[in-house]
């Protein structure tokens, strides 16, 4: 498949998209990033990851855009330096933790750069502080951060409940936040300004990139709303099919180096014709 369009930027979802399974950047997926620059064509990443847990990405793709971590809540420069964050409302921060922790779903909170858990031994936080390289602040309650969150994540196992959880959020919250599952344990609330179309359109503005010029690759439900803010949308092949449904194409899994190939024979190839 070819894109009958200029395009300008490609922007791209970290888990699931970019890394395997076992979160590794293979080197097909970093030469094909570096192809893009070569084009001239801008990369971008974005991901419901806090800024610092795409720092081992910045050298070897060569970033010269801004991240976007929480999903569009918190823009940084390679150095970190905050550029732009959006924070949740004081009253809809303490009731999604309240929500949480009714339904006994762990809870963690970001605000700017930091990671912020009360239970060391949660579920994931092995597993998420092996992925981000970077140790979370554990603190005992929350109540003197409600003013700064960037993002709260809800985290189980019980992956039915981390659905209904989400639900339960959308409806009460809806007006105010965002609430969506990264993961199948993973629920993200944010701002209702902070995700991933507004990470497209910020992307456009910030670089001057008409909308129509942009492609964007994900496997999440996350990622249908910058799918729908670009001209041209691919979806992983580990995708689910709602969200394939939502992609102009799908190319294959992210353990059979969907990601390259996507880059490789979709966006340079119609560069180049």
């Not at 498949?1 to 922007?11: G, N, Q, T």
């Not at 007006?175 to 991933?196: G, P, V, W």
């Not at 910020?202 to 129509?212: C, E, M, Q, R």
Request: charged share 25%; glycine share 6%.
């Amino acid at each position: 498949m070819s894109i009958k369009r200029k395009i300008s930027l490609v922007v791209s979802d970290v888990d699931g998209t970019i890394l395997t399974e076992d979160k590794v950047l293979t080197d097909r997926a970093r030469n094909a990033v570096l192809a893009l620059h070569r084009a001239g064509i801008y990369f971008a990443i974005t991901s419901g990851r806090p800024p610092l847990g795409m720092a081992m990405l910045i050298d070897p793709l060569e970033l010269s855009t801004p991240l976007a971590g929480f999903n569009g809540g918190l823009f940084v420069k390679r150095d970190f330096t905050i550029i732009e964050q959006k924070t949740l409302p004081f009253e809809v921060a303490r009731q999604s933790i309240d929500l949480l922790h009714q339904k006994e779903v762990d809870v963690w909170l970001y605000c700017g750069n930091d990671w912020l858990i009360t239970k060391p031994d949660g579920a994931h936080v092995v597993r998420e502080t092996w992925t981000v390289k970077f140790q979370p602040t554990i603190v005992p309650d929350y109540e003197d951060r409600l003013s700064q969150v960037t993002k709260i994540v809800g985290v189980s196992d019980d992956f039915d409940l981390v659905r209904k959880c989400e639900l339960d959020a959308q409806a009460r919250f809806g007006a105010h936040a965002s609430a969506t599952r990264s993961q199948n344990y993973y629920l993200d609330i944010t701002n209702k300004a902070a995700n991933k179309g507004a990470v497209v359109d910020y992307h456009a503005k910030s670089l001057g990139v008409p909308i129509d010029e942009i492609v964007t690759i994900g496997d999440g439900l996350n990622d249908v709303l910058m799918f729908k803010r670009s001209g041209f949308s691919i979806a992983m092949g580990n995708a689910s099919d709602e969200v394939k449904a939502q992609a102009n194409t799908v190319t294959d899994s992210y353990n059979d180096e969907g990601f390259a190939k996507a880059i490789e024979t979709i966006v340079l190839r119609s560069i180049n014709q």
